[in-house]
């Protein structure tokens, strides 16, 4: 048993290592084809992403809640539950977690407790939506989890126009600032990166420790078809909503580590993109724990150095999205070329 789960482990990771590395290679060809040198525009990418403390702070603050989110889209996948909305439940998160803010006086450190309690609730929530119309009314996971992200983009814009718009903030679309003895602690003098690192990894550790629970099998059962997991003797339509809930509570984490830790505040376009990118870290990493860590690193430090390599050369940071859109062609034609690739292996056996 062991033994084929290090050679699955294996099989994966090179996947996704020649995945990587052919999306990189086609968008040298981008680079080349806009006359600059590939080899040293990636060089400005790679000295972007990584040449300082200041700049891996800067992947690190991407990373933390890209892979956070990740996770969470990736127990919703396994279950086959194709759950889009981590945006929204995102959002709707970084609202319930700033109210508590705010708007309710406590301790600082009751405060550091509630708060995230409450970002995970409010995703939570949000997503279970989406888990009871599938169940209900066999409603499709996809456009009710895609229409709920339009519903809690415009229930943001409301808020930080509305009621929770800061007073006196020349009518800006945010929020009051976090007091700061609530605020997530930076880990070195003048950067940016902070304790949200330590409530990844923690996060990290207890899906390892998940997919190894009875749970965990239930919802990997899941995957398999409702059918099976009702003639196992479990509840599928209840395993379907806990899923979705529990999918939806690590990205109603993120809105709190955005709002504490990043932005300090609530404000319109908080984590916007973050949604795309977690389903494509999530793909990228072949739902495993392990693979998101590295594939939320390798998009992090693509968004740094990209952002860098804009500054220092002609080329746009376009390119970045070019990569990533290289990434999920080459992952959905992984299978097909395999399938060929096997059928033709295949066929050679049986000439032989």
Known sequence: MMKRRLRSSISTTWQTAVIVVAALLLGALFIAF??????????VMLEGALGSMSRISEIM???VPLMIMALGVSIAF?????????EGQMIVGAITSAVVGLYIPLPPWLHMIIAPIFGMIGGALWAMIAGWLRVRFNANEVITTMMLNYVALYLLAYMVYGPMQEPGGYNYPQSSSMAESIQLTPLGAGLRV??????AIGVLILIILFW????GFTVDLLGHGTKITNYAGLNANRTIIWTMMLSGALSGLVGWIEV???HFRLLEGIGA????????????????????????FFISALLVGGATMQRMTAIPYSIVDIIQGLVIVLLITQPMIQQKLQAR????IYVE
């Open 273 to 296: 993109g973050f949604g795309d990118l977690a389903v494509v870290i999530t793909l990228l990493g072949k739902m495993s724990p392990i693979g998101i860590l590295f594939a939320s």
């Open 260 to 262: 504490y830790g990043v």
């Open 34 to 43: 806009a006359g600059e040198s590939p080899l040293e525009c990636y060089g």
């Open 345 to 348: 292996k295949a066929r050679g």
């Open 212 to 215: 190894r629970s009875r749970f």
């Open 78 to 86: 396994r279950a086959k539950l194709w759950n889009i909305g981590a």
């Open 61 to 63: 603050i991407k990373m």
């Open 194 to 199: 902070n304790t949200s690192v330590f409530v």
